[in-house]
């Protein structure tokens, strides 16, 4: 157990959906970050937060949103869903650095119909 | 844009058999670097990171790793496998900036028959 959970763990939708995925950090931990992980794009990073603000952005789709509440779980907010957007989407947390490892929760199994 | 190749897709051993899993970074900068592991149906784990000092890097597991620099990689080795090392290992890196975000290999599937 890494210390970070997601819900829900699985989530079934149709195309044009929306749908939002939930991380907690890791006590301590002030940064959360959110991976894509897809057959064919492998593990891709979409954003980061840190203590509440946007602190990077990857490959992230314009229907795609995230935010931090005060408590620092995070939401990732998935819009006007398509078949590709089929994936796992990994949350991990840190301290902040570079150096620090980054801790993952077990994901969210997104499958839209 | 940094990139992490990892070329080696599937590999399969049996136990006992020697592992090497190949990755190469390509960014000129000062980088750091990681080996996670993902085991069937559970989370990424760290195997092991390098940040500087001695190039060969000990991790959990009996996993062990060696930065080249003038190579630009950091192969994953381990002496002999168990088939509880069945897993996809990923190859990642982030760069000494003020951003963190980890940018990962292909990953490559090891299964290992027992």
């Known amino acids: 157990d890494s210390g970070v959970t997601q819900t829900p763990k699985h989530l079934i939708t149709a195309t044009g959906q929306r749908v939002t995925l939930r991380c907690s950090p890791r006590s301590g931990d002030l940064s959360v970050y959110w991976y894509q992980q897809s057959l064919d794009q492998g593990l891709q990073f979409l954003i980061q937060?840190?203590?509440?603000?946007?602190?990077a952005k990857g490959n992230i789709l314009e229907r795609f949103s995230a935010q931090q509440f005060p408590d620092l779980h995070s939401e990732l907010n998935l819009s006007s869903l398509e078949l590709g957007d089929s994936a796992l989407y990994f949350c991990?947390?840190?301290?902040?650095?570079?150096?620090?490892?980054?801790?993952f929760g077990p994901g969210t199994r997104l499958t839209v119909l | 844009a940094q990139s992490v190749s990892q070329h080696n897709h599937h590999v399969i051993l049996s136990e006992a058999a020697s592992l090497e899993l190949g990755c190469n970074y390509s960014?000129?900068?000062?980088?750091?670097l990681f080996w996670y592991v993902q085991y069937p149906g559970q989370h990424l784990q760290l195997l092991l990171k390098y940040f500087s000092g001695d190039p060969l890097v000990k991790g959990i597991k009996g996993f062990e790793a060696e930065f080249i620099k003038s190579k630009f990689s950091f192969n994953l080795r381990k002496p002999s496998v168990q088939w509880s090392d069945t897993a996809e290992y990923f190859c990642a890196v982030t760069l000494n900036t003020g951003f963190q975000k980890l940018v990962f290999g292909t990953g490559t599937r090891l299964l290992v028959s027992p």
């Open positions: 960014y000129g900068g000062t980088v750091n």
């Open positions: 937060y840190y203590n509440g603000e946007e602190r």
């Open positions: 991990a947390s840190s301290v902040g650095s570079p150096r620090d490892e980054q801790f």
